[in-house]
């Protein structure tokens, strides 16, 4: 009996000694699951070996699982993270048409300045008109006279012209942004007067084209930006009473294209550089409807060198268009104001899209009481001006194609 008692005693005791350390693993691993009833805290405290303020509550376990499954706020609560939001794309605003209006041959008798002193430019165009003008991206003209009240008229010259100064205002509220003195009444009262038209120009922030101080600011274009294409404006004479009226090295004047070399040399610098390359050409006959062929010879030339539109003055009417290897070309835009008569007469719009195609539309329009008006019925012109022309054709909505 004392061997099976002692037995036992010995059994109890090696299985104590294999219980008591599972115990104590089991309440480490399971704090208040594997711990006896009524165990204290200092008992586990002992049985971790941590302190016990580093040992997580029942609330934390809780908050833990609920974190763990997925809840990101304490006892299930949501919580809105403040994520920045994402900006909506937007589309790009689209580029709009650049549209470059030209008209022809300009001149201010004491008529108009009298209309103008009185009405102001209302008094010159009618609102539509002005529209035209003014809302266009540039508006390019012939200035054929010199802001001047120096010098003296040349002498055994027909007609002479000449405007004071202060007039400059008349072409700023026609919207006037470039003009061409490339012509044969710019030099009327002699170099001095010349100087001050170009003076006067300066200062009312219109670029000048065709003439300068000297050849190498005459033959120079003026360079403008307008909706991201950049656009070279070139203009030249080849009509001009004397050969004192050219420009040279040391000498104000006019850039002539009686000899077309630097003018062709110009363009090909110019194509080279921008976008878009405009030559604004004095030639022809006066009252002629016919170009002569001298015209379209240089024309072709041009556009050879790397024109990309051509647009001719001088005749004081109106003359056809042609279509050089895709270019036009604008023989005569005849007079816009210039004197008194009632003449039919357009306004050319160039519009270039954002791809740098070329369309060509005419503003028609007249002088109706000494106030320029668009014309409500151009049809018999357009086909006058179809006629006119070697190819080319004016649609109804007076826009000019190549024709078939």
Known sequence: MKSLLKGMGIGLAAGAVILIPLCLYFIFLFPGNGAPSGQDSQSQELASGLPEDTLPSSEDLEEDAALAEGDGSPSGQEETLNEPAEEPETEPEPVPDTVISFAGDVMFPSHYLSAYDQGGIHAIADEGMLAHMQESDLFVLNEEFPYSLRGEPMPDKQYT?????????????????IVTVANNHALDFGQDAFCDTLDTLMQADIA???????????????????????????????????????????????????????????IAEADAQYDHVIVFVHWGIERNETPEEYQRVLAQGYIEAGADLIVGCHPHVLQGFEYYQGVPIVYSLGNYLFDSRTGETVLLKAIFSPEGDLSLQLIPCRRESEVLTQMEDPSSLYQHLTELSFGAQVSEDGMISAGN
Do not use: H
């Open 208 to 266: 000048c084209i065709g003439g300068g101080y000297d050849i190498a600011q005459a033959s120079a274009p003026a360079i403008r930006t307008v909706n991201g294409q950049t656009f070279a404006f070139l203009g030249a004479t080849r009509v001009s009473p004397a050969y004192e009226w050219y420009a040279t090295d040391s000498q104000p004047g006019l850039f002539q294209t009686y000899d077309p070399t630097l003018l062709n040399q110009r």
């Open 161 to 177: 012209f000449r405007t004071d100064p202060k007039y400059v205002t008349m072409l700023q509220d026609l919207g006037t942004d």
